[in-house]
């Protein structure tokens, strides 16, 4: 018999650890990985010419970041690792890619999806200048080019995320004008219970706000976001908001780093035949897993690209599927090993339920976004055009709204509209959010050049 | 404004490398991606199609779209996920062809 064909798409944290899983357990599995090296976007690797240490690079996560770099790296000789390949859909157990420009048809017994999160982005009136960047996108500046988004910058949203990449840019010597957050400090009490289940990670996330305060940088909790001013020339000169006792502020910068904490990458599961289900807490969609972390018949999935659970949750799921996948190959497992990374998972679970609650989705924003608000910026489709598509032509159905305004319709196929959008068309109908529907995913889930060969 | 949007903060004793914006020559770092190249000089790398202004790139990660640019070749080229290399000749501003 020969070995079972595996491939796992990623190489961040859940993908590193079930790929060394399956590789340690005698199988050879296929990598595919979009970016040159394995880290994922969290422990993303710095070009080789590039000098700072771990700890300048990834502070308290260092060891972290170091431990899936380097594990990666003992493995490579007993995986077939494809960086700069970008999957790009999924059909009768055969995934296809594009591998350094050119098109393979992988074919697999098993798939296990490792596609980690991107931002989930609640849109303001001038989110479309030049200078807006996904606070992901804020982080990959810094850590992976050693460069700030701008010369004063304003981190708006909320999430855990805000703060960490607040707080590194602080210490790399960036000028930051203000840490604004949707969240108020009842939502972080309300979820400190839920927060006690990792207290080391509570204690790391009060660190960050310990040094966004000691550079004197304001942090202010509730805030509604007004607008981003600027010009389509010049792009971001100011934020606005208005704080918890209604009065409005205005602060002069020249880059906003944005974000509402994450959602799941989950394109290619809905092509792999994978079912979804509304889950009310995070007001997202999420792939149904079986308790075998599976999505499908032979299709697995792990880490963020799953559930949002976070870095250290998903080296555990990663772990954890390639246990299960063994053992549905029938590869004698340690049933142990996988009681106690169950266990240990549900308390990560615990702990993230814990971070959704201390940093809610600010849903109260959108009844209030004013009309010429940008909501899809890659085709520049207003929040107005969306009420008016949305409410005139009875598309209280977002693949329906999509068809009449555009949105969601342009490169990025709604990753970074397509949540929002769905709000407001919820509210614009007095639809509940969950028959709003999501997004049906197309392939190729990105963009191919033309010239890809055969 | 017409000048750099990212600030460099560290890592700034690598090679120099020379390539060209519109026709005019700009040095960028070794290592660097062809976006911190580009908006290491510049405040964009392209213009909306839906006339909204100019755009210099969101997530970084290869997700959004929006930092594609163009050779003067013609060919496309997303800015985040590309390493810039000497003599590269990009274009930024949108060609009107009325």
């Given at each position: ?6 491939v ?11 790929a060394?899983t ?21 422990y ?6 590039f ?29 077939d690792?494809?960086s ?19 098109s ?82 009842w ?40 607008e ?39 394109q ?13 807490r ?34 555990v ?10 053992l549905?190959?029938?590869y ?43 909501v ?17 032509k ?61 | ?37 580009i ?9 909306s ?5 100019n ?13 594609w640019?163009?050779s003067?070749?013609?060919?496309r ?7 810039i290399?000497?003599e590269m ?10």
């Open positions: 018999m020969n070995a079972p064909k595996v796992v798409v990623g190489s961040g944290p859940a993908g590193t650890r079930c060394e399956l590789a340690l357990a005698g199988l050879r599995p296929i990598v595919i990985d979009e970016n040159s090296n394995n880290g994922g976007q969290i993303r690797r710095q070009p080789e010419n000098v700072r240490t771990y700890s300048q690079l990834y502070g308290s996560e260092s060891d972290k970041a170091a431990a899936v770099h380097s594990d990666f790296d003992s493995i490579r000789d007993k995986i690792y494809r700069d390949t970008l999957a790009w859909a999924v059909s009768e157990n055969t995934l296809f890619a594009a591998e350094r420009g050119r393979v048809e992988i074919p697999f017994d098993a798939l296990v999806l490792c596609t980690g999160a991107s931002e989930r982005v609640m849109p303001t009136l001038g989110w479309n200048y030049a200078g807006n960047y996904s606070l992901g996108g804020a982080q990959i500046a810094l850590k992976s080019q050693g460069c700030a988004i701008g010369s004063n910058i304003v981190f708006m949203g909320t999430g855990p995320l805000l703060y960490l990449v607040a707080s590194q840019y602080i210490k790399a010597g960036a000028n930051v004008a203000a840490v604004l957050d949707t969240s108020t400090v939502d972080s009490l309300a979820a400190l219970p839920k927060l006690l289940a990792m207290p080391s990670m509570l204690w790391t996330g009060l660190g960050l706000i310990k040094t966004i305060r000691a550079a004197r940088v304001p942090i202010v909790h509730g805030v509604q976001p007004l981003i001013t600027g010009s389509g020339d010049a792009g971001v000169n100011a934020v606005t908001y208005r704080d918890k006792r209604g009065h409005a502020h205005t602060l002069e910068c020249d880059a906003v780093a944005l974000g509402y904490h994450l959602r799941s990458e989950t290619l599961a809905d092509l792999a035949g994978c079912a979804f289900s509304f889950d009310r995070s007001r997202q969609w999420i792939a149904d897993i079986d308790d075998k972390s599976r999505g499908a018949a032979n299709v697995y999935m792990a880490g963020d690209g799953a559930r949002i659970r976070g870095a250290d949750a998903a080296e799921s990663g772990r954890l599927t390639a246990l299960t996948l063994l549905d190959l029938g004698a497992v340690d049933e142990k090993e996988i009681k106690r990374l169950r266990s240990l998972h549900a308390r990560y679970e615990r702990f993230a339920n814990g971070v959704t609650r201390a940093f809610p989705w600010p849903i109260e924003h959108v009844r209030n976004l004013p009309n010429d608000a940008i899809c910026r890659c085709e520049a489709v207003s929040v107005g055009e969306l009420r008016d598509a949305s409410r005139g009875q598309a209280d159905e977002i693949n329906r709204a999509k068809a009449f305004s555009r949105v969601g319709m342009g490169r990025c196929q709604g990753r970074f509209c397509g949540i929002a959008a769905a709000e407001i068309i919820a509210d614009a109908t007095q639809t509940p959010l969950a028959e709003v529907g999501r997004i049906r995913s197309q392939a190729p889930v990105r963009p191919l050049p033309i010239a890809v060969e055969q | 404004m017409n000048g750099a949007r990212f600030t460099r903060l560290a890592e700034q004793d690598r090679q120099t490398v020379t390539f060209f914006v519109n026709g005019q020559a700009i040095e960028a770092l070794e290592g660097d991606t062809l976006l911190v190249a908006l290491a000089a510049k405040d964009h790398v392209r213009q199609e839906f006339g909204d202004g755009r210099a790139g969101f997530c970084l990660m290869g997700s959004c779209q929006d930092c640019v163009t003067e070749s013609g060919e080229i997303k800015a985040c996920s590309t390493r290399v000497a000749r990009i274009v930024t501003e949108t060609v009107n062809l009325k």
